[in-house]
């Protein structure tokens, strides 16, 4: 439940259309409800200012499915990253309108209007590898409100190709950029625009990339002062900060 949803409650109370039983219990499992397993933080959206997110992966099928109808059922977006298709099979027995993002590997249900970004968050990314991060990116940042464009496969090593979306590169008003290997590109945007720039390393690349670790340092080593880096492969929290940069 968000401030709008709480906000349209409590008119309803006024104006005598909702009793203040009935009020009451929708507002029952306010700050948060105890599954057992899993304590569902339904006040987050009002404090922060977007919902708690499932994060899949160490989860099993039936307890993210669990979660997923329970927060369906509260009125919010809901969002479950790191998600194959097996978890999206138990959330459509419990909620049929949820969709499987593939590449992204996430779950959405789309219910609730979200605060609506500012401008538009380009979310670009090196290679084709990293579309998985990238979409993921993309997704959350949609669902949390925002206009999104996708500049993929524009990595450093063709860098013509990049140079061919200054437009959209120069129009955005945040950019999240996606990156293994060496981890170049973020700072090369960052030196063609005059918005924040979230780099995101992933993990692809060949042995020396440690996984991600070589981008990761690389990234975090910018001499482009307005590039900020988050975790590994971590698209879903590039999206949170964009959107919070884009709501400003």
């Known amino acids: 439940m968000d401030r709008a949803q709480i906000e349209a409650l409590l008119t309803e109370v006024r104006e005598g259309r909702t009793d203040v039983p009935d009020a009451l219990e929708r507002l029952r499992d306010l700050p948060f409800e105890d599954m057992g397993f899993a304590k569902l933080d339904h006040h987050r959206s009002l404090r922060t200012g977007m919902p708690e997110v499932i994060f899949s992966s160490g989860k099993t099928i039936d307890h993210v499915a669990q979660i997923f109808a ?18 999206y099979g138990a959330v459509l027995a419990f909620e049929p309108r949820a969709v499987f ?7 959405t249900l789309d219910q609730a ?3 609506a970004g500012k401008g538009t968050i380009a979310v670009v990314c090196a290679g084709t590898s990293d579309l998985p991060i990238a979409e993921e990116a993309a997704v ?9 464009e996708l500049i993929a496969d524009v990595g450093v090593a063709g860098i013509h190709r990049l140079l061919a979306q200054r437009t959209s590169l120069q129009s955005a008003r945040v950019l999240i950029v996606c990156a293994g290997m060496e981890g170049a590109l973020p700072t090369v945007v960052g030196g063609l ?7 995101v390393p992933t993990s692809v690349g060949y ?42």
């Not at 329970?70 to 978890?87: F, I, K």
């Not at 625009?193 to 780099?199: E, K």
């Open 193 to 199: 625009v005059n918005a924040p720039v979230l780099a």
């Open 140 to 148: 959350t940042a949609r669902l949390m409100g925002n206009t999104v």
């Open 101 to 107: 993002h593939e590449t992204a590997r996430c779950i």
């Open 113 to 115: 209007p979200a605060p």
């Open 70 to 87: 329970r927060m369906a059922q509260h009125g919010s977006n809901v969002l479950a990253t790191r998600a194959s298709r097996e978890y």
């Open 207 to 248: 042995g020396a990339s440690f996984g991600g670790l070589a981008a990761l340092l690389g990234m975090l080593n910018t001499c482009s002062p307005n590039v900020c880096t988050v975790n590994i492969d971590n698209g879903f929290g590039a999206a949170c900060i964009a959107t919070l940069i884009n709501r400003m």
